[in-house]
């Protein structure tokens, strides 16, 4: 039984020192990479078998199904997890259980809302494997957002280790059950139950890492206060889900679901090799919102999270650009080599993109919501209008050309933070430059493509380079088995 106690939370005080608050975020970012590096181990050996045994097109209508569904899980979240990390204060525990109450509520809507007019689907487009696979996908939203609470508790306090444990296990029972399945034959649906089954695993064992027993607490007046957060929040949120659907609807329209599913394994892999953008950005909500209202240390902070995070993303994306020719056709068969070049393409929009996280993380840490969601409809736009254009003249490519293009509105958000903050990109741009360069290999012909090398390799050569990556490993090693800064081990008050 969960017990409030009148003693303060241990999670880091807003006006924490310097070097404490650097050592917990590195602590937490150490936590999170390692979670993320053997998430992404088990990710690639279940996509490589998912993907190549259902092949492009049950991949490409399993995607086209899921794109919708995620839209459907974001509108029904409203941002809740974001919402209870913002709070200056520990949200006691009854505000945790009004807000999974009111996202019963919103969600159990939303998903009734979704199903109902899937049918009308059906009679526009005729029965299809994509609409069947929405249904089901559809109908586990609640549970894809009821979690949110939970990750939101134990995030607060920077216990990395235990999130790490459970998206470990998400991880282990989405492809535990999705790779069996597919060998036995089920296609499309093949994906379909291992996202039930990881969706099922999150929520329980979320519950349980955090302490936090869900229960019944209806407010009205703070259900009001998240739909309030989630309609400025999660607009941006909703377009950025919109964005995704120039996937299945555009390529899909022009190339079929095969090219669906070749784009959306580039995709993916984007996401696999590029673990470290996700960590950053969830650690950067916790971290930032504790120095929105201190400039000084603000500003050399966000400095030295771009580097990081180009070096950390960069280096996995640009090594799996330049084998990729080779290893796509390797692994997942001659059928998926396309592949190769729209994923180079896709990354280096991901690396260029990444800039703008920390400008995004200060803008929603100081409530400026409604200037995120304009880049992002910017975005969107851009991106649906490009990829009108560019697929049918350029095919898969003009997807990834698109997504480029579309990345500039992300200026936009640059414009909103750095002439009050006055940080400078001077540290990371470099780094930037050198590993974006070798994501063009797939396009140059062998032995030509080895050129596209040549500045990464400059670049680890650097002595700045070299002295950075150094620190911060050291940093993230001291994190993870040093004995100053153990955050497991010293157990927020409130989590008991």
């Known amino acids: 039984m969960i017990h409030r106690r009148s003693g303060t939370s241990r999670a880091p005080a807003p006006d924490a020192p310097p ?10 970012g150490s936590y999170l990479a390692l979670r993320e590096g053997l998430g992404m181990l088990i990710r690639l050996g279940g996509v490589v078998a998912v993907t190549r045994t259902i092949g492009p097109r049950d991949f490409g209508l399993y995607v086209a199904a899921a794109a919708f569904a995620a839209l459907v899980a974001s509108v029904a979240q409203l941002g809740a997890e974001v919402y209870l990390i913002r709070q200056p204060e520990e949200p006691p525990l009854e505000q945790y259980h009004e807000v999974f109450s009111a996202l019963v509520v919103v969600s159990v809507a939303v998903t009734a ?46 216990q990395y280790r235990r999130m790490a444990f459970v998206e470990v296990a998400g991880d282990a029972a989405l492809y535990g059950t999705a790779v069996p399945l597919a060998l036995l034959g089920f296609g499309v649906m093949a994906p379909v139950f291992g996202y039930l089954a990881w969706q099922c695993t999150l ?37 950025e889900r919109v964005n995704s659907l120039a996937n299945p609807v555009i390529v899909g329209a022009f190339l079929g679901a095969s090219g669906v599913g070749l784009v959306a394994l580039a995709i993916r892999l984007v996401d696999t090799a590029g673990f470290a953008l996700r960590a950053a950005w969830r ?3 916790a971290t930032i919102s504790r120095l929105v209202d201190q400039p000084e240390r603000l500003r050399p902070a966000l400095e030295e999270g771009m580097l990081a995070q180009a070096l950390v993303l960069g280096v996995p994306l640009a090594g ?43 803008l929603f840490a100081e409530g400026r919501n409604t200037r995120v969601a304009a880049a992002v409809a910017v975005r969107t736009a851009l991106m649906l209008l490009a990829s009108v254009a560019l697929v049918p003249l350029l095919g898969l490519d003009g997807f990834a050309v698109a997504a480029i293009a579309a990345s500039s509105a992300w200026l936009m958000l640059d414009h909103a933070v750095r002439p009050r903050i006055g940080f400078s990109y001077r540290r990371c741009a470099p780094v930037i430059a050198g590993l974006g360069i070798p994501m063009f290999a797939p396009l140059i012909a062998w032995p030509w493509r080895l050129a596209t090398c040549l500045p990464a390799v400059a670049l680890i050569a650097s002595a700045d380079v070299r002295r950075s990556s150094i620190g911060f490993a050291s940093t993230a090693l001291r994190g993870v088995f040093g004995r100053s800064t153990r955050s497991d081990q010293a157990k927020p008050s409130s989590i008991s």
């Open 113 to 158: 809302l979704s199903f109902a007019l899937s049918w009308p689907a059906d009679l526009l487009l005729g029965p299809s494997s994509a609409v069947s696979a929405f249904r089901i996908l559809v109908l586990a939203v609640p549970v894809n957002i009821l979690w949110a609470p939970a990750q939101a508790r134990i995030e607060r306090h920077f």
């Open 19 to 28: 070097a404490k608050l650097r050592e917990l975020a590195f602590q937490g």
């Open 320 to 362: 799996l650009a330049v084998v990729s020719p080779w290893l796509i056709p390797l692994v997942w068969g001659r059928a998926w080599e396309p592949a190769a070049g729209v994923y180079g393409l896709i990354a280096f929009t991901r690396l260029v993109s990444s800039v703008s996280l920390p400008q995004m993380t200060v």
């Open 203 to 239: 929520f329980v064992s979320s519950a349980v890492a955090a302490r936090l027993v869900p229960r019944w607490r209806w407010s009205a007046s703070t259900s009001r206060e998240l739909l309030r957060h989630g309609v400025s929040y999660s607009s941006s949120n909703w377009l």
């Open 283 to 285: 650690l950067g909500l």
